[in-house]
C-alpha cells in the first residue's frame, strides 16, 4: 500500500508565491508519471502540470511561466512552485502519481491521488 502526504498549501495574497510537496511512502519500486490538479468550487478537476519519469514536464496554459513542477526521486517526493499567484489560481490542489511496485515476483503499477490541499489567493 502507499501513502500520500501532500503540504504546503494555504492563504497568500495576489502575487505571492506557495511551494506545494507530495511525498509518497510504502510500497514503491518507482514512481512513473506525476501531476499536480486543481478543482475550484463547482468546477470540475483539471490538470495543472505533470511531469515523466524523463523529466519532461507540461503546464496547463494558464500557470505557464508561473508553476514549476520537480520530482525528487530519492524522496519520492513531487513539487509544485507556484509564483505570480492569482485569485483564479484559488482550488484545492490533488498530487497524482503512478506508482510501480512488486507483489512478490509480480510487478505492477496503480494510481494514487493526494488527500488535497488547499490553496487560497486574496485579490
Known amino acids: 500500500q502507499v501513502q500520500l502526504v501532500e503540504s504546503g498549501g494555504g492563504l497568500v495574497q495576489a502575487g505571492g508565491s506557495l511551494r506545494l510537496s507530495c511525498a509518497a511512502s510504502?510500497?514503491?519500486?518507482?514512481?512513473?508519471?506525476l501531476g499536480w490538479y486543481r478543482q475550484a468550487p463547482g468546477k470540475q478537476r483539471d490538470v495543472v502540470a505533470a511531469i515523466t519519469s524523463s523529466g519532461n514536464t507540461n503546464y496547463a496554459d494558464s500557470v505557464k511561466g508561473r508553476f514549476t513542477i520537480s520530482r525528487d526521486d530519492a524522496k519520492n517526493t513531487v513539487y509544485l512552485q507556484m509564483n505570480s499567484l492569482k485569485p483564479e489560481d484559488t482550488a484545492v490542489y490533488y498530487c497524482?502519481?503512478?506508482?510501480?511496485?512488486?507483489?512478490?515476483?509480480?510487478?505492477?503499477?496503480?494510481?494514487?491521488w493526494g488527500q488535497g490541499t488547499q490553496v487560497t489567493v486574496s485579490s
Open positions: 510504502g510500497n514503491i519500486f518507482k514512481i512513473n508519471a
Open positions: 497524482n502519481l503512478d506508482i510501480g511496485a512488486y507483489s512478490g515476483i509480480y510487478y505492477f503499477s496503480h494510481n494514487y
